[in-house]
Structure formats: C-alpha cells, structure tokens
C-alpha cells in the first residue's frame, strides 16, 4: 500500500485529484521531553506514524490526502525542561489558521487533524470551530488514543493516571521505534496523591494547570517501566480499526437535518 502524499503531486494534479469530500489529513505532534527513556519526538512520531497508516490502509477508499506533520505545537507543560520546542497558543492559531486558508485553494472543504499531543487538543478545538466559522472547512480532531486526562484509559497498575512517558506511549514507542527506547532508564512515576481527590484529578470533572515536573524530577506521569513491544503492537492494531472507522464518517459527516 502506498501513502497518498499530497506533497508528492503537482499544483495542477492537486486541482485535478482532489474534489470537495476529499480529506487532508494533518497530523499534529510535539517536540517535548518525555523522561529519560523516551526521545523528544514521541508524540510527533507518534502522530505521523498512525496518520501514515491509516491514509495508506484506508486512503483510496476515503479519498484521504496525507500532509507534512507539524511537529512544534503547544508544549509549555514541559517547558522546564531540555529539548522541549514550543509555541505559544496564540502563535499556534495563527498557524492553523493560515494553513486553513491555503487549503481554500484546493479543491478540498475537509481538513482533519490527527492529534498525537495532549496539549494540542483544546486549540485544536477551538481552531477547527474557527476554520468552519471562516472558511466553511468541514474540520475535525482525531485522537489515536485517548490519554487518560481525555477520557482515556490507562493501565491498572497507572491508577488510570498515566498520561505522559509512561506503560502505553512506551510501549507503542517500542513497537513502531524501538532503537529510539532505553529501557534502563524507564521508571515507575505515577501521581498516586492525586487518588485522594474526587473531582480534581486526570480525568476528573475538575481541570488544574500543572507542568510535569509537578508530579516528579524526570517529568514521566506514568510507569514505563512495565511496557513491552507486544503491548505497543496491540495497541497500534486497536488505533488503525479506530482511525479506519473514524474517516469513515469524517469523508460522509454531514450535522444538517436529511430533506
């Protein structure tokens, strides 16, 4: 299978391939420490990785168009730390908002980002309500896998509050990367004070700021300790169904009432 790379065709082949209900498929990641044992591209690997899959597997039948992932995005939770590259929210939306009226060029009227960072997700949000506002995209925010502060799940033994560097990003990391994960250096760092609280909490109905460091020297929210290559295969199979499943009702979605 090959990837449908919109970068690969020319300007005059893009006007021709694409038509309203094609799908451009962005993926967001983020260049962000993630403990000793993991490098600063997780979630942009992660991101692109995924999104490759799923426009090779699923893209003909889809119409999806793969574009260049965007790798520095809103990281200031790990800003304390070397090897993080962040922009600011303010500088982000602009960002997205000028790729939304590029792609106004096209012949496309369907944009979906591919979400591989945590704190992309509420611009992100608020960019695609932005772009339909502006520019009449049919806009979209597709999370591989959810992170537990997302309404996700994470692994007993986490407390349900892995979200960064731990069991499940390790894994996956060891499975689509593994020469990029040391193992000798991944810990067990999970906030179990926050067990103590109902409603503030990941996931809980009660939001907080918080920077990694908060919860630990190495900024790991998580126990990496515990991942394996076979868990990261499982969980790469479970998010291509997903992704597979997802476009298939970004490419047909349409909210107004049938006539």
Known sequence: MTVRLLTELTAPAIADALGPDSVLVLPTGAIEQHGPHLPVATDLITAQSMAERAVAEFGEE??????????????????WSCGTFWLSAQTLMSVLHDLGSSITKTPARRLAFVNGHGGNSALLQVAARDLRIAHGLR?????????????????????????????????????LRPELVDMDKAQRWVPEQLTEYRHVRFGGSVSFGWTSDDFGPDGV???????????????????????????????????????
């Open 221 to 259: 929210i998580g126990d990496a300790s515990t991942a394996t290559a076979e868990h990261g295969k499982e969980k790469a199979e479970a998010m291509l169904t997903y992704l597979g499943e997802a476009f298939a009702e970004v490419a047909r979605f349409d909210p107004g009432p049938r006539r």
């Open 62 to 79: 889809l119409d999806l168009w793969l574009l260049p992932p965007l790798a520095y995005t809103k990281s200031n939770e790990h800003h």
């Open 139 to 175: 806009t979209f925010t597709l999370h591989p896998s959810l992170p537990a502060d997302h309404g996700g799940q994470s692994p007993e033994g986490e407390l349900g509050l892995g979200i960064h560097g731990g069991h499940e990003e390790t894994s996956l990391m060891l499975h």
